[in-house]
Nanobody
Framework: VQLQASGGGLVQAGGSLRLSCAAS????????MGWFRQAPGKEREFVAG????????YYADSVKGRFTISRDNAKNTEYLQMNSLKPEDTAVYYC???????????WGQGTQVTVSS
């Protein structure tokens, strides 16, 4: 499975961005999908995850109520809608696919999100 993340950019605080993660090589419909981020000097952290059916979603406390994860299995794509962005959301965002909420076997290349104050 190859994952391609896109949609990052520079946005002012309070703005919105929508990240996409498109898969090729294999269908994503049987995988748990997630988004992680890594800020400079910090470890990669979990942001959001979604079950293969889309029925179950999970969020880090820091983004709950502001970010929404979704997926379209027909398009082999997952999304992260990010609203009310804060400067502390600045990071490289990575999408991942795996067999469970805690196990990721495939990673995208990352897309930079920068939120200015």
């Amino acid at each position: 499975v190859q994952l391609q993340a896109s949609g990052g950019g520079l946005v002012q605080a309070g703005g919105s961005l929508r990240l996409s993660c498109a898969a090729s090589g294999r269908t994503l419909s049987s995988y748990f999908m997630g988004w992680f981020r890594q800020a400079p000097g910090k470890e990669r952290e979990f942001v959001a995850g979604i079950s293969w059916s889309g029925y179950s979603t999970y969020y880090a406390d820091s983004v709950k109520g502001r970010f929404t994860i979704s997926r379209d299995n027909a398009k082999n794509t997952e999304y992260l809608q990010m609203n009310s962005l804060k400067p502390e959301d600045t990071a490289v965002y990575y999408c991942g696919a795996g067999s469970s909420r805690y196990t990721y076997d495939y990673w995208g290349q990352g897309t930079q999100v920068t939120v200015s104050s």
